[in-house]
């Protein structure tokens, strides 16, 4: 028996709820979207926000590339490529500059993005307050009145333990100088790529029915002190396949005698660098 | 008798999402409906093409221009509430210049929900840049002047008042002609003292 799917999976009620909550997440830049959550057939945490995200935007023309940690070829990015395969048909490529949706988990990949591209991240934790606060009602709170105090003195306390902001990803951002958002959990690498992004940034959190936004060319900034600004993580060593300086490298340790190596996250980059090379 | 709507629901609507996602994120610049479904006389297609996306039975419609006969085929093809009020609308179709509630009246959303707030589809004729206010804000690579025909001088001041509560605010398409414009509560208008464009 051959099993028909409604184009992209979700119904079409589905869609248009989140639809409308897509857009008012775009007109509230960072601000977090409550959303009815479906059950997918994949559990929370395998990037059920990102795939419905994905399916309520996704067309017939798009061409879909899936990253994991930045590589094309993850078991979670191989399945939510053939997933959206199987109930699009749509086109999918492993190339950055060819695709016009790019589903994600945790990188944003190192080619820039250009104008009309969308992005879509898989969120496992949109409240960049959780930690410090459990409750969604003081949260939502305190969003209300832009009150972020918590999180600076969660920074300062690094500095004040470590000597510097130790949080490596999931690093807090100020989207449009109002609301705190979590970038989901990118390395803090990536977070000058959200600043003015030639891309649309959308944010799909399925466990905690959340969506979030940010527009092209929207301000970002990563939060930091005078005495302290914001800096991303460097390697002494180049990506040992491609040779970049630039990109966000891997440590694989290569035998039992503590062997090092360091590659490019990000397959297409590392890859197309190697071919032109 | 009734007549038809998108030609492929699906597909159409999707389309039509899209193009208002653009519209949306890169507030103020006139974008093409790709799929313009048959429409009753006095409601625009393009207009017509937003409603079928954005409506269903969980929100309410406020649409005082909608002729009886359109209020039947929109009824038939979105399954959509009236709300009784525009304080209580979602969504609202007014058709720019006619009589329509002050958009202080409409919702706003609350501080812990901004999102819970009213989205309105205008019916224009077109765009102009002529004697357009300047825009910017997210969304906004430089500054951009455009309003639709119609707009003046009061209709912004009005549309400033009712968003300078951000993240408090409504939120707007305008379309008209197979075109659309959005524009977000997070849009701001320029200094007419510093330069545009």
Redesign the interface.
């Known amino acids: 028996m051959k099993i028909e799917f ?2 992209a999976f979700l119904d ?2 589905t ?3 989140i ?11 960072g ?1 977090q ?2 959303f009815g959550s479906r059950e997918m057939p994949l559990p929370y945490g395998w990037g059920t926000g990102g795939i419905q995200v994905t399916a ?5 023309d798009d061409c879909l590339k899936v990253i994991d940690q930045g590589a094309d070829d993850t078991t979670n990015a191989v399945n939510i490529r053939s997933f959206f395969q199987k109930v699009t048909g749509v086109a999918t490529t492993t190339s950055t500059a060819r695709a016009s949706l790019i589903q994600t988990r945790h990188r944003i990949p190192e080619t820039p993005l250009r104008p ?1 591209q ?1 992005m879509v991240f898989q969120v496992p934790e949109p409240e960049p307050l959780r930690t410090l606060e459990a409750s969604e009602q003081e949260t ?2 305190l ?3 832009q009150d972020y105090g918590l999180m600076h003195v969660k920074l300062y306390e690094d500095i004040a333990r470590h000597g510097h902001i130790a949080t490596s990803y999931d690093y807090p951002v100020m989207v ?1 100088g ?2 705190l958002a979590s970038p989901s959990p990118i390395p803090k690498f990536d977070n000058p790529k959200l600043h ?1 992004s ?1 891309a ?1 940034l959308l944010f799909g959190a399925g466990r905690e029915k959340r969506l979030h936004a ?6 970002v900034e990563s939060l930091a002190f005078d005495d302290h600004p914001f800096e991303v993580q460097g390697w002494e060593a180049p990506c040992s396949l491609c040779g970049s300086r630039d990109s966000y490298l891997d440590e694989i340790v290569t035998d039992n005698a503590g062997s090092r190596l360091y590659v490019c996250s990000d397959t297409d980059y590392c890859t197309s660098r190697r071919e032109e090379a | 008798m009734l007549s038809a709507a998108f030609s492929d629901p699906v597909h159409d609507s999707q389309q039509t999402f899209r193009a208002m996602l653009s519209a949306l994120a890169e507030p103020m610049i006139p974008g093409t409906l790709p799929r313009l479904p048959e429409a009753p006389a006095t409601l625009d297609p393009a207009c017509a093409a937003i409603l079928l996306t954005l409506l269903d039975q969980q929100v309410r419609l406020w649409a005082p221009d909608l002729t009886e006969e359109a209020q039947r085929w929109l009824q038939f093809h979105t399954a959509y509430t009236s709300a009784e009020s525009p304080e209580q609308a979602d969504i609202l179709w007014l058709v720019l210049g006619h009589e329509r509630p002050p958009l202080a009246r409409l919702k706003q959303g609350e501080l812990r929900f901004p999102d819970r707030s009213a989205t309105v589809v205008w019916q224009v004729e077109g765009f102009t840049e002529l004697g357009a206010p300047c825009f910017e804000g997210p969304g906004f690579q430089t500054p951009r002047r455009l309003q639709p025909l119609g707009a003046d001088a009061a209709f912004w001041h009005e549309w400033q008042q009712c968003n300078q509560h951000y993240p408090l605010g409504i939120d707007m398409f305008f379309a008209g002609n197979g075109q659309l414009v959005g524009l977000p509560r997070s849009s701001r208008l320029r200094e007419e003292s510093q330069a545009c464009m």
């Open positions: 409604n184009f079409e009620n869609k248009r709820m639809r409308r909550g897509l857009l008012k997440a775009v007109a509230i830049p601000y979207v409550p309520s935007v996704i067309g017939r009309g969308i939502r709170t969003h209300a009145y449009n109002r609301y003015h030639p649309l940010i527009p092209p060319w929207t301000r």
